[in-house]
């Protein structure tokens, strides 16, 4: 049972391809698909969108007029937040980390073509000053709602649980089948909602969610943002087999780097990616995320001749902000 509203966004099902020519960089051990969620819409697509139709849903029900969020400087998922509030009609406030730059690049340019008031809250890059910026918002007589960091909490992770039933019948209606699911995890709301969409749409796929941000949020580690997330959802959603708390773990050591830091590695699964396949990844999430992938096949860490999947998150904006370093 799904208790939650939905303000429609994106454009789904998002595609679920086979990659033909990656499988030569393994000697074909292994087939290779693709979830395209960098096609979901809004304003260049992302995973944003499928927890923001749950978001907006749930703020237009409120009667609000306003939505607050916060991210880093190149946050996908502001960028989709302002991108969702310009189509529902929502005046949008974006806390961003760090300061002013002198000229605003990637998706911190396509916020402000978007039309959100952005505000530099220099460190702070997760949301330490949403509740007072909502007060700040009321004392004008405005009706702001609180979207968190990442957008993740159950509201959100609806999205995703709505994905995973998505996921299930292309594969179904393709005769596929994929043993592992590779991802990006930084806030946990995708992970948190595809869990709580494996377990009630009985889909067998081994999550493997690859750690971007070593440092948790508000004190709170990715992994028990998740189970924060799968305790409530076990609950509002009636699931017959819950989610186990001991089946939320995370692949790391691909972080050590720090957010946002771009090294070789996320270099060569961009590269990689973009030149076999023509497909685009972006440097904070899908290329760090892709790049663990690529190391698990070429140290048979899975178990040849298997399929593994790729989820794509999205983040191609980002690109135009690293120019430096990737248009060397
Ligand atoms: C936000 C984001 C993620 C991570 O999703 P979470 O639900 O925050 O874990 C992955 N990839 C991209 C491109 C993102 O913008």
């Avoid at 502001?78 to 529902?88: H, W, Y």
């Avoid at 910026?133 to 992770?157: C, D, F």
């Avoid at 972080?255 to 946002?260: L, P, S």
Wanted: proline share 4%; hydrophobic share 35%.
């Amino acid at each position: 049972m799904n208790p939650f509203t939905k303000y429609e966004l994106g454009f789904f099902p998002t595609p679920l391809q086979e990659l033909h020519n990656l499988p030569h960089l393994f000697a074909d051990e292994y087939r290779i698909f693709i979830k395209r969620d960098d096609h979901t819409g809004l304003a260049t697509g992302g995973n944003k969108t499928r927890k923001l139709e749950y978001l907006l849903g749930d703020a237009m029900a409120q009667g609000v007029d306003t939505i607050i969020t916060a991210g880093a400087q190149q946050s996908n998922h502001c960028r989709q937040t302002a991108a969702a509030c310009a189509r529902a009609g929502l005046s949008c406030h974006l806390l961003l980390g760090g300061d002013k730059p002198d000229q605003f690049t990637g998706n911190l340019l396509l916020s402000k073509l978007l039309g959100a008031n952005i505000h530099f809250m220099g460190h702070q890059r997760k949301g330490e000053e949403l509740e007072n910026m909502a007060a700040r918002l009321k004392r004008k007589n405005l009706r702001p709602y609180i979207i968190p960091y990442g957008g993740s909490n159950l509201t959100g992770a609806m999205g995703y649980v709505e994905a995973a039933g998505e996921l299930r019948e292309q594969l179904r209606d393709k005769g596929e089948s994929a043993s592992h699911i590779f991802f990006a995890s930084s806030s946990g709301g995708m992970q948190a909602g595809l869990l709580l969409g494996m377990a009630m749409h009985d889909l067998k796929t081994r999550l493997m969610p690859v750690q971007i941000d070593k440092e948790g949020t508000a004190g709170v580690s990715l992994q028990e943002s998740v189970i924060n997330i799968i305790r409530e959802g076990n609950k509002v959603l009636k699931i017959r087999k819950p989610v186990e708390e001991s089946d939320v773990y995370a692949i790391s050591g691909y972080d050590d780097a720090g957010y946002g830091v771009l090294t070789h590695q996320e270099e060569e699964a961009i590269h990689t990616l973009a030149e076999r396949e023509g497909i685009l990844l972006d440097p904070v999430y899908t290329g760090r995320a892709f790049y663990a992938m690529l190391h698990h096949l070429k140290e048979k860490k899975i178990t040849p001749g298997s399929n593994v999947l790729f989820w794509h998150t999205g983040g191609i904006p980002a690109n135009f902000s690293y120019a430096g370093q990737l248009g060397r």
